[in-house]
């Protein structure tokens, strides 16, 4: 994909840090996050392929989790990012970590990233993969109002939601705009249900945060996560399901920052011992 076809809003001004939202989402869930972010950093949100406002690829283009991060690998090159700062939730924690694993991360912090679902997660998937495929059958109108029905709106908030019951979490529906034949979620989810993180190095710090409520990729996931990231700081965020952003911004924001100071700080250092083997403090200049 054209790198300058991606939509993205930005704010701040320092180190560059991106936002990566999950599968059937868009940048705007990164709205209260990034609002805190942006007093320290250039925070940019962005649309994947396929959501929000940037295209999906063609039907007969390659679309995974390979070729998103290629793109967003490609965007970052296009803005002149450099080693950015990368966060992402469920679809974009995986893509975060991907660009990780390339060297082009300057620290990592992810929330519930696919690719680490046991073999009952991925049949869930598999299963949300399929009812969604036969949603497509049925009219678009027919599903908006199967949408806004109350046992609808309920199971949303379950499946969704660290606690269905809180205010803020009464709004949360099913988004059925996505339920089409060759949609860029009917063509992604399956992609989700066969992909598998492998174990490969990441050197720049990583978090790797889970709620302990998520209800659709399960929590129990943490476990092989941390076996194939060992170097990452595992946290549990009590009380947040799958979109910690929407039930806990203030945490995310803070786990966020916690992982960029830590690479910050990292950096620093290393400055300070490259300038002192050369003879000279690093503020001494050239």
């Keep these: ?26 940048r705007q869930s990164w709205t209260a996050v990034m609002a805190r972010l942006a007093e320290d950093y250039r925070v940019l949100c962005v649309d ?14 390659p679309y995974d989790v390979r070729t998103l991060t290629d793109d967003i690998q490609a965007f970052c090159e296009l803005h002149g990012l450099g080693r950015p ?8 924690g995986s893509i975060a970590l991907e660009l990780g694993v390339r060297g082009l991360a300057a620290s990592v912090t992810v929330f519930s990233p696919a690719g680490f679902s046991d073999s009952l997660g991925r049949f869930g998937i598999r299963a949300v993969g ?15 109002r199967l949408a806004d029905t109350a046992p609808a709106r309920a199971l949303a908030r379950v499946a969704l939601r660290g606690d269905p019951t809180s205010p803020r979490a009464k709004a949360t529906r099913f988004s059925v705009r996505g339920l089409q034949k060759g949609s860029p979620f009917i063509r992604m989810v399956s992609r989700i249900a066969e992909y598998d993180f492998t174990a490969r190095p ?31 700081r595992m946290v549990s ?14 945490t995310a924001a803070e786990h966020i920052r916690w992982t960029c100071r830590a690479a910050d700080v990292g950096d620093t250092r290393v400055a300070a011992r490259n300038a002192a083997g050369r003879g000279r403090s690093p503020e001494s200049g050239a």
Excluded at 48 to 61: H, I, K, N, S, V
Excluded at 85 to 90: E, F, T, V
């Design 237 to 250: 965020l009590i009380g947040s399901g799958h979109i910690p952003m929407a039930d806990d911004p203030v």
């Design 130 to 144: 399929g009812l969604s495929r036969l949603a497509t059958h049925v009219p678009m109108r027919t599903k908006e």
């Design 202 to 232: 990441i050197e720049c710090p990583v978090t790797i945060a889970w709620g302990d409520r998520d209800r659709t990729l399960l929590p129990s996931s943490a476990v092989h996560a941390h076996r194939r990231v060992p170097n990452a």
């Design 48 to 61: 994947l392929p396929g959501f929000g406002a940037t295209p999906a690829p063609a039907p007969d283009e």
């Design 85 to 92: 700062h990368l966060a992402g939730n469920s679809l974009g």
């Design 1 to 26: 994909m054209d790198p300058k076809r991606i939509a993205f809003e930005e704010r701040g001004s320092g180190r560059p840090l991106v936002l990566l939202h999950g599968l059937g989402d868009r």
